[in-house]
């Protein structure tokens, strides 16, 4: 077993020197700036009475009807996970995919449905490529005999002429019981009409290394296609949080389209312009709803100094009150964290808190502040500086190792409140204005482990990079990371470093059959999107 393992890291790594070294000096990206088109998605007018082909027709229709809307010459258009198939039946709305390199529009192939070929013309139709989720039927008639078809949530991505130039099987499933890992994990890339490179991954995929960082770290991708069905989670990983952390540290264009359901609320999509941030975002709340993105963004493999005209952010507050029916989980490892509450008598504040056990993460904080009395009228935000080294599961379907530092917003001075919002924004005050944070820890250097700067508003927005700095300083075998908020800000639920270490991550998620149609995890994230829409006081 050792010795397989060797030999298939040894076939990457030469595999990763050909794509770095050799086809950089065959192909060059024609442009320095692209146009490209994401959309936030949510199928309004689905009638449930139609058949499952009816319905999965009825939306591939629909995503192509909002292609044709767009009058602009485009590189790519992203749709979103989840927004052909959701809530249907696996095995009715599946489809086999053709082969690399093949055309199907206008195709007589049976086994290929006939929503697939559908964007195969559009393609061609509007001269750009399409990147869209599908479920992938597998017969393993190629693989060897299977006894009954294997299920993918799989990316497909056609070119401007309509061949199939790229797909990608998701390799780690959130609760998809119907669905399968594929054996091998695949590192997918594809070229545009104008030679620009993307990588593809799929919504749970960006919380791990694979193949997230073998993109970004190994092949040195600067463009990546993000679609996500995201579920958003305080303090570190609401959706737009999420986006914009990795977009800045691994400085890559990133572009997202979500599928917004009452579940996951508005799944939050965008694009990223490494660290100078969001061109745009959108965030909707959880009755839905459907909005198109059209931008023209720089090309980071052949442009690294620009200008970048990052627009400021609607008014907090009046987004903020839109969200109030916004589902949100709570990291339930915030109850392990180690914290010390802000005194909201002091204006300067430095502390060090640490947290884990055999590993020790120690994170300080330096925060200014001033507080007006007065205002604290209504429900108003308190603080608490926290911690955490260790192991943490996500809906009970994978264990992950967590490094974080957060000043995180709490309803009360106890940490059992942390991470979560008042159900009513407009009943809301905020005495606390933050003039500076710094937070800062000392992580081991290691290419398993990565850091993020992590914010979030009320508006589950993040702060715009333009606000903050991020730095680190490394040493032989240890890395410094400085997150600071450079101006005021009152409206703030977090601040501070996500860090992964995926040398402690479970290697095998809880991933039953997949003819269990929910899992016990599941059902606990329905129940508390269920508890989430009640009234509820929290004073």
């Not at 914009?244 to 917004?260: D, F, P, R, W």
Request: negative net charge; contains cysteine; glycine residues 4%.
């Amino acid at each position: 077993m050792i010795i397989i393992i060797k030999l298939k890291l040894k076939m990457f790594q030469i595999w990763a020197v050909i794509n770095i070294l050799i086809i950089p000096t065959i192909t060059f990206a024609d442009v320095i700036n692209y146009t490209a088109a994401i959309i936030e998605y949510h199928a309004d007018s689905l009638n449930y009475s139609w058949s499952v082909d009816e319905r999965v027709m009825w939306r591939a229709k629909d995503h192509i009807r909002i292609l044709d809307s767009i009058t602009e010459e485009l590189e790519i258009i992203l749709f979103p996970e989840k927004s052909l198939y959701y809530q249907e039946n696996v095995s009715l709305s599946s489809t086999v995919i053709p082969k690399i390199s093949e055309k199907i529009c206008n195709s007589s192939e049976t086994s290929v449905k006939e929503y697939l070929k559908l964007f195969s013309c559009a393609a061609i139709r509007k001269n750009t490529s399409i990147a869209i989720n599908v479920i992938e039927q597998d017969n393993c008639t190629l693989n060897g005999t299977c006894e009954s078809p294997i299920y993918y949530n799989t990316v497909v991505i056609f070119d401007n002429n309509g061949y199939l130039s790229g797909r990608y099987r998701k390799w780690n499933l959130f609760g998809e019981y119907q669905l399968s890992k594929p054996k091998e994990m695949d590192i997918t890339t594809i070229k545009t009409k104008h030679n620009v490179t993307f990588g593809i991954f799929n919504c749970f995929d960006i919380i791990f290394n694979q193949p997230s960082l073998n993109l970004t770290r190994d092949l040195k991708v600067k463009n990546i296609l993000f679609p996500n069905h995201w579920i958003s989670e305080l303090p570190y990983l609401t959706a737009l949080q999420a986006q914009q952390m990795y977009a800045h540290e691994n400085n890559i264009t990133l572009l997202v389209s979500g599928k917004n359901s009452p579940m996951s609320g508005g799944s939050g999509s965008g694009i990223y312009i490494g660290e100078k941030g969001p061109v745009e975002t959108i965030l909707i709340g959880g009755k839905g709803g459907t909005k198109l993105l059209v931008k023209t963004v720089p090309n980071l493999e052949t442009e690294d100094n620009f200008d970048l005209n990052i627009t400021e952010d609607e008014d907090i507050d009046a987004l903020a009150i839109k969200l109030d029916d916004f589902f949100l989980l709570r990291d339930l490892s915030m109850d392990d964290h180690t914290s010390i509450p802000l005194k909201e008598n002091q204006s300067n504040i430095v502390e060090q808190v640490c947290n884990g056990d055999n590993v020790k993460i120690c994170c300080n904080f330096n925060i200014t502040m001033v507080v007006n009395e007065t205002a604290k009228l209504m429900n108003y935000y308190r603080y608490h500086m926290a911690a955490f080294n260790g192991i943490r599961s996500f809906s009970g379907i994978r264990n992950a190792s967590i490094e974080a530092c957060g000043l995180v917003a709490c309803l009360n001075e106890s940490l059992s409140s942390c991470a979560l919002r008042f159900p009513n924004y407009t009943e809301v005050s905020w005495p606390i204005t933050f003039k500076s944070i710094v937070v800062e820890a000392n992580f081991t250097l290691d290419q398993s482990r990565i850091q993020y700067p992590n914010s979030l508003l009320s508006s589950l927005k993040p702060i715009l990079p333009q606000y903050t700095s991020w730095e680190k300083h490394e040493s032989k075998e240890s890395i410094i990371r400085r997150h600071s908020l450079n101006k005021n800000e009152s409206r703030l639920l977090s601040f501070g470093i996500f860090g992964r270490d995926f040398n402690r991550d479970d290697l095998q998620d809880n991933h039953s059959s997949r003819s269990e149609m929910l899992s016990g995890s599941l059902l606990v994230i329905l129940c508390l999107y269920l508890v989430s829409t009640l009234s509820i006081n929290y004073r």
